[in-house]
């Protein structure tokens, strides 16, 4: 159980390394070919299908100049032919001529095919954050 645990792993991180480096060819590696892959990138409908999946990879990858993240891999399960990851992304990309930087939680689901691990759904939701301050006096209601 523990070198499944492991192989899925490495499979979430040569994921993120392909998105790090916007590489269409070794995105397409690591993803199975199946009608029931989905994919849902944060504030984006859903991807149904590879033809669709892979599509929304083109173009993010074709609409982002240079792209930076940091992934904090918060679990990792396997049960079976069955494996996913809970993730934090930390991104920072480039928005005209400016940085901007954003928290994602991340899920990533692979099915073991031929031994391999492939990833058959990716779901990528924004993480707000939430600043608590304290009460303004002079806004009082007087």
């Known amino acids: ?8 792993r490495l499979a979430n991180d040569a994921f993120y390394q392909a998105f790090k480096k916007l590489d269409i060819q070794e995105m397409e590696r690591l ?6 892959v989905k994919c849902v990138h944060p504030g984006w409908e859903a991807r149904l299908g590879w033809k669709e999946v892979r599509d929304s990879w083109v173009l993010i990858f074709n609409h982002t100049y240079e ?3 940091s992934v904090d891999v918060l679990d990792v399960t396997v049960n ?11 991104i920072s990309t480039q928005d005209q ?14 099915e073991r095919r ?17 600043e608590e301050k304290e009460p303004d006096e002079s806004s009082n209601g007087h």
Not at 2 to 7: D, K, L, Q, T
Not at 98 to 103: L, M
Request: net charge negative; charged share 15%; glycine share 12%.
């Open 1 to 8: 159980m523990e070198s499944n645990i492991e192989a899925v």
């Open 31 to 36: 993803w199975s070919r199946e009608d029931y």
């Open 67 to 69: 792209i930076k993240f």
């Open 80 to 90: 079976g032919e069955w494996g996913w990851t809970l993730c934090v992304e930390q």
């Open 97 to 110: 001529g400016k940085w901007v930087t954003g928290r994602v939680i991340g899920t990533n689901l692979f």
């Open 114 to 130: 031929a031994g391999q691990w492939l990833l058959i759904h990716h779901h990528g939701s924004p993480q707000i954050t939430i």
